[in-house]
């Protein structure tokens, strides 16, 4: 199964924060991991987020940049996504940027597995349950 993450999960692979183990079995399944390019940013800017505010230093912040980039993960251009992705924005009254991942887990065919519960419950609102699966779930 392919599985589309988002940075609520991404986070979790690298800071044990709430479903860190779940995270990590994710990524450590035989799942195939995509992304949309725009979790990089959300991951960096969480991150960015995190030092300062003390809980991480430069290190860390750059070790987990250099295993974003690592391979484990296909990033699909967003740019694919966008058109699909503000249909459905405006279809279920969401924000766009959170759309780009359920629109890719259409077009990929698979889940988007989120720690989001905003998305969640607006996915499961909109009849498109089909295309999440809650991290807590895993």
Known sequence: MKAVVDASVAIKWFIPEGDH???LRL????????????????VANAL???????EID????????????????RYVPD?????AAFRM????????????YLALARAE?????????????KA?????DRLVLPLAAI
């Open 27 to 42: 990524r450590q399944a035989r799942f195939a991991l995509v992304a949309p390019d725009l979790m990089k940013v959300e």
């Open 21 to 23: 183990e779940k995270a």
């Open 89 to 100: 924005s405006c279809d279920i009254d969401h924000p766009v940027y959170d759309c780009l």
């Open 58 to 73: 430069d290190g860390v912040c750059e070790a987990i940049l250099t295993e974003m980039l690592s391979g484990a993960v």
């Open 79 to 83: 740019g694919d996504l966008f058109e």
């Open 124 to 128: 499961s609102r909109s009849g498109l």
């Open 109 to 121: 065919r698979g889940k988007l597995v989120t720690a989001d519960a905003r998305l969640l419950d």
């Open 48 to 54: 960015w987020k995190k030092r300062r505010q003390g």
